[in-house]
């Protein structure tokens, strides 16, 4: 399939998420009016004294609402984690033939890495003077993070610095709150807790650390290059960058490329 094949299935799946939150929020509005209908009377005051048919029918109009809504709700979440396999199938595809992918590489390619929160892109501040399709082409020394690199938005690497500090300041704010409160669990502290309390003292462990995210500061070394760049081309003495290749975080992740940054 083509390159541009995920970006409409990637379009068809913030449609599905946009009208996923709207239904959401319309089953939510629903709720809360036949809440305010039901307060307005309370049950146990409709046991003793007689209300009105005027209630009644507010409320029943309110019941078919709010089930009609979570109806729209339902279907909409249906779709929208229907948008987000097909995307995701799609992706799989598109990894399954990389390593045999010979295309240029150009400005605005989209890459991933296995710990960030999302994909993104390459980028250059300046051509190089030689352009694929009219656009620029990049080599293989484009690997200056958020110059050439943008960030992934977040980081699952363990072996991320910041992601460690978001656990530990997780089991300092779980700390925190048992003092603040005497012993008393919010719904945060009652999760980390449950979690990670052990002997009654809380510690980051490996299952804090999954719950947690890093900033997203891929490490690369000043030298770094993408691997397996085109053995003839170059431009200004650097390797042209092709699909194929692939860059490895020291924290880890390896950066690879999904789209060529070609149009169809």
């Known amino acids: 399939m083509a390159d541009t094949d995920l970006l409409k299935l ?7 998420l946009e ?5 959401k929020e319309a ?6 009016e036949r809440e305010e209908i039901e307060k307005s009377v309370p049950k146990w005051l409709t046991a003793i004294v ?3 048919k005027e209630h009644w029918d507010k409320l029943d109009a309110a019941e078919k609402r709010e089930g009609k809504a979570l109806e729209a709700y339902g279907e909409a979440a249906k779709k929208a984690q229907d948008a987000a396999d097909d995307v995701e ?9 990389r390593e045999e992918d010979v295309s240029y590489v150009v400005n605005r390619a989209k890459i991933e890495c ?7 892109y390459l980028t250059m501040n300046e051509a190089q003077g030689v352009y694929t399709r009219q656009i620029p082409q990049m080599t293989v020394c484009d690997t200056v993070l958020d110059e050439n690199i943008i ?3 977040g980081c699952r690497s363990k072996e991320n610095p910041s992601l460690l500090e978001a656990a530990e300041a997780a089991v300092e704010a779980a700390k925190k709150q048992i003092e603040d409160e005497g012993g008393w669990l919010d719904k945060f502290t009652d999760f980390v807790v449950g979690l990670f309390v052990k ?3 809380m510690d980051v462990t490996d299952s804090l650390l999954e719950q947690c995210v890093g900033e997203c500061k891929a490490c690369f070394d000043a030298n770094a290059r993408w691997e397996s760049g085109h053995e003839k081309v170059y431009v200004n003495g650097e390797q042209v960058l092709l699909r194929r290749c692939s860059l490895t975080c020291n924290y880890g992740g390896q950066v690879t490329i999904l789209l060529s940054g070609q149009p169809e």
């Open 10 to 16: 990637e379009e068809a799946q913030n449609s599905a």
């Open 151 to 153: 960030n992934f938005g």
């Open 19 to 23: 009208e996923f939150y709207s239904a």
């Open 50 to 52: 007689p209300v009105g």
């Open 199 to 201: 002997d009654q003292e």
């Open 27 to 32: 089953f939510e509005a629903a709720q809360k």
């Open 89 to 97: 199938k799609k992706k799989e595809e598109l990894r399954a033939n």
């Open 114 to 120: 296995p710990f960030g929160l999302r994909t993104s």
